[in-house]
């Protein structure tokens, strides 16, 4: 092994130690020397915090003292703890613009950022990977149509009460990020059933959420779930007009589910069922605010291996689960059989 070989897996080995040490100890090693001072720098920037608007703007100071250092910055967290997020388009981007290593952005609640500021990341990031935009209810479908033609490596996408987007803005999405895994639509009062056929084009989504989204039906998921074989977890809180027909389709053609919310939904004992039979993955199942649901078809959701339960009249979690099976086994077995009068 040559001398320089040893130095990389010294540089290496130091690198993995110095992500696991605190921020206050990486700034004691700034002044041990310089080799220490490179890969400390690294990890300082790379995903930097910002509890308060104050801290945003030191940070932006700090760029323009060393502007190299942008190089190193893979995260962003807008998302002020605080009533009002002050984050507006001219400050966004002046800290964002020479960060084009960056993977992670989070400006959720940011009522300021316009277009233009989701413009700007579109042409200065381009290995972007997650993006919270929830409650931007300035952006439009010009913001869609920007991160769907710059950011071609997108895979999470948060626009949960984006009031000001149109359905124009999946299809921009279909046509270029084919490849996303997780959408959170939760809100959005412009989702409805026609969404369906632009989001068939997701072939890899994992997670979707569309809590709320008062428009969709059990029609949505009669056209989308055919597509979304590998579905793992969905979110369909508040949907009056999603029944026992959707919960068919969905227990149908994803197999894999492992978490399932299906509060305030007008399904049946039916629906409790095709869970049942179809869905031996699923790990978290809530069914709060179902008032066709009966006892009788809890019972057969209890028959999988859940760890997490949520009815109308009470909440079980793992433990409480694993000391039911226990003390009553007989119910348990039970339970199974009753899944044969369906």
Not at 59 to 75: D, I, Q, S, T, Y
Not at 148 to 172: F, H, K, Q, V
Not at 255 to 281: F, W
Request: with cysteine.
């Amino acid at each position: 092994m040559y001398k320089n070989d040893k130095s990389i897996l010294i540089n290496d080995l130091l690198f993995k130690i110095l992500e696991l040490v605190e921020p206050k100890t990486l700034l004691d090693c700034l002044l041990v020397n310089r080799n220490m001072y490179q890969l400390a720098i690294q990890i300082l920037w790379r995903a930097p915090r910002f509890r308060v608007f104050q801290t945003v703007k030191q940070f932006c100071k700090a760029l323009e003292f060393r502007p190299h250092n942008a190089k190193f910055v893979r995260e962003l967290n807008f998302n002020i703890e605080s009533i009002f997020n002050p984050i507006n388009n001219t400050l966004f981007i002046s800290i964002v613009e020479n960060c084009h290593g960056l993977v992670k952005l989070d400006v959720s609640f940011a009522s300021l950022i316009t277009d233009e500021a989701i413009i700007a990341i579109s042409r200065q990031c381009p290995e972007l990977r997650t993006i919270e935009l929830s409650e931007c209810d300035k952006l439009t479908d010009i913001s869609i149509k920007a991160l769907a033609n710059g950011c071609n490596r997108l895979l999470e996408l948060n626009l949960e009460m984006c009031s000001s987007l149109t359905p124009r803005s999946i299809d921009y999405l279909a046509q270029r990020q084919q490849h996303i895994e997780v959408l959170n639509l939760s809100l959005c009062g412009w989702v409805n059933d026609d969404v369906a056929y632009s989001m068939s084009e997701f072939y890899s989504l994992r997670v979707l959420k569309l809590s709320h989204c008062r428009n969709v039906t059990s029609k949505f998921f009669t056209i989308l779930t055919p597509y979304t074989p590998h579905l793992k977890e969905l979110h369909i809180t508040g949907s009056s007009e999603m029944k026992d027909e959707g919960v068919i389709n969905i227990t149908k053609h994803c197999p894999e589910l492992e978490v399932l919310v299906l509060s305030g939904c007008k399904i049946s004992d039916l629906s409790m069922y095709c869970i049942a039979e179809n869905l031996k993955n699923l790990k978290k199942l809530d069914v709060s605010g179902c008032p066709n649901i009966t006892y009788k078809g809890l019972e057969l959701a209890l028959c999988l291996n859940l760890t997490s339960l949520r009815a109308n009249n009470f909440d079980i979690n793992v433990d409480a689960l694993n000391i039911l099976r226990n003390q009553f086994p007989r119910f348990w077995g039970d339970a199974y059989h009753n899944t044969i009068a369906y």
